[in-house]
Structures are given as structure tokens and as C-alpha cells.
């Protein structure tokens, strides 16, 4: 694997992959990589020859008082987890390369609709920032294939919806969310737990999993799941921003026919905010 942070050299090497027909995925990641994140970079190797893996700490993601600054950098640990993987090339762009004009003179891509609901609502401006960055992350790559995980399931919708509506040439591929054995999804702000916090946190895909099972059971009081699953997430120790029962097609509020949800929960436990959701087939 070899780890690049010049964008000339990257496109040398893309070009020389394009030259004998390969294809190219990418796998855009923040770093402080888990378990979760390799198997995106395993799941981007069946779908194409070569694997472009990115770490970048996006600085127009993160809201005012949002944990920018101490989100954590690892890039020594990532490189020697990603030297393990199926990744061919190590990306690491600085501000500088991924905002040539600064940030604050930044072209912006913006998806209006499904940005503005549920984590765009706790975080005003956050999908904003990511598809910014991934639209110029794919304009210097020109992957065939991107690779995203489905515990930012808002996330990967509002990418599918950037990529449609701009025509961009890229199938976007979601891998299901990995757990921990008690099932806390994977994430890297699972670090800022402390020990009772991190005991605590599973409570927030148990109240899913309650969800999901009265759904399957006929349920369709949405409001009362919400407000009973969020009152149990309180009980555990969260401080929570929301559960929501949406259509997994596009977020909306299930109608009457519905009958793919996914069922998403987000709230912080000391200094994490953690979120995950459920796909439910009812």
C-alpha cells in the first residue's frame, strides 16, 4: 500500500490504473479506523481491482462547539491497519488541498430535502460540509465505486441523492453497520466513553431492537414507539435528540403502505454523540 498526501501523485497513479482498465473504488473515511471501516475497504475490493482508501478531517462538517478539534487523529495506527487490508493507496490531502481558495471561500454542494431533518437537524450545516467534501473527493479520484456504512444512514441517502442528481458516473454501495458483541455500532467517537458510559451505550440499539419487534408485531403507533423509546434512552443515561420511525426509501413519514422502515436513534452519553438505525422488513 502506499500512502500519498500530493493530489498530483495520486492522479499519476490513477491514471496508470485507468490505462489497463482497472476499476477504482474509494472508501472516504476520518480516520481513527475500526473493524467497521475495513470491511468497507474489503467490500470496495469485490467491486473493483483497485481500492483507494481516504483520512481526512473535514473541517466544514463540524458545527460551532463540535468536537473538530479533539476528534481523534491516528493516522499511524490507520496506516498500519490499512497495510493489513485490500487497500492499494493510502490518501491523506491537507485543508490546503482539499479547499485551494480557503474554507471560507469554498464552492459548496448542498442537497436540500433530506439534509434538513433528523442528525441535520441537531447539527445544522453538517450534510452540508460532508457533501462538499465528498463531491471533491470523487472529482479527484473519478472512482467507479464509493463505499459507505450504513450506521450514517442519512448520510449515504443523501450521497445517493448528490450522485443522481449531479449524474456523476459512481454506484454507491452501503455496507451493513459492524457491532460490537453487544451490539454498539462501531464508531470512532466511541472512544470519548468512559467505562460506565460505555456499558450504557448498547441501551441505544436495544430501544431499536424494540422497535423493530413491535413493528414486526403489527404495531403503527409511530409517536408512541418514538416517545417510549426515547424515554428509555433518558432512563439509560443518554441525553437523547431523537428516535424516528421513517420509510427507508427517502426518510419521509411512513405512509400506509410502507413497508421497509428504518428505525434511527441518535443521542450523546457523556462527550459521544452516538447513532444508529435498523432496517425493519414489516
Not at 194 to 214: F, K, N, S
Not at 260 to 278: P, S
Request: some cysteine; hydrophobic content about 40%.
Amino acid at each position: 500500500m502506499k500512502t500519498m498526501t500530493d493530489k498530483l501523485e495520486l492522479q499519476e497513479q490513477l491514471a496508470e490504473w485507468r490505462s489497463a482498465d482497472e476499476h477504482i473504488a474509494i472508501v472516504p473515511t476520518m480516520g481513527n479506523l475500526h473493524a467497521g471501516h475495513i470491511s468497507l475497504v474489503e467490500a470496495a475490493r469485490e467491486h473493483a481491482e483497485r481500492v483507494v482508501v481516504t483520512v481526512f478531517v473535514n473541517p466544514t462538517q463540524f458545527g460551532e462547539g463540535e468536537d473538530f478539534d479533539s476528534y481523534p487523529r491516528t493516522l499511524e495506527k490507520d496506516t498500519r491497519r490499512l497495510r493489513k487490508s485490500s487497500a492499494d493507496v493510502l490518501f491523506v490531502p491537507s485543508v490546503e488541498t482539499m479547499y485551494p481558495f480557503g474554507v471560507e471561500n469554498a464552492t459548496r454542494v448542498v442537497v436540500p430535502g433530506l439534509t434538513e431533518n433528523l442528525c441535520g437537524a441537531s447539527r445544522p450545516g453538517h450534510f452540508d460540509g460532508v457533501t462538499t467534501v465528498v463531491a471533491r473527493l470523487f472529482a479527484l479520484v473519478q472512482p467507479d465505486v464509493a463505499l459507505f456504512g450504513q450506521k450514517d444512514y442519512q448520510q449515504q441517502l443523501v450521497i445517493r441523492r448528490m450522485v443522481e442528481d449531479l449524474n456523476l458516473p459512481i454506484t454507491i454501495l452501503t455496507v451493513p453497520t459492524v457491532r460490537e458483541a453487544d451490539g454498539l455500532a462501531m464508531s470512532s467517537r466511541n472512544a470519548y466513553l468512559d467505562d460506565a458510559e460505555r456499558q450504557a451505550a448498547p441501551a441505544l440499539h436495544e430501544c431499536l431492537r424494540g422497535i423493530e419487534a413491535q413493528l414486526q408485531g403489527g404495531a403503527r403507533d409511530f409517536r408512541a414507539l418514538e416517545r417510549s423509546a426515547t424515554e428509555s434512552l433518558a432512563g439509560a443515561g443518554f441525553d437523547p435528540e431523537y428516535v424516528a420511525v421513517r420509510s427507508a426509501e427517502d426518510l419521509g413519514e411512513p405512509g400506509d403502505n410502507c413497508s421497509r422502515f428504518v428505525v434511527l436513534g441518535a443521542g450523546r452519553l457523556g462527550q459521544a454523540r452516538l447513532i444508529d438505525n435498523l432496517l425493519v422488513d414489516a
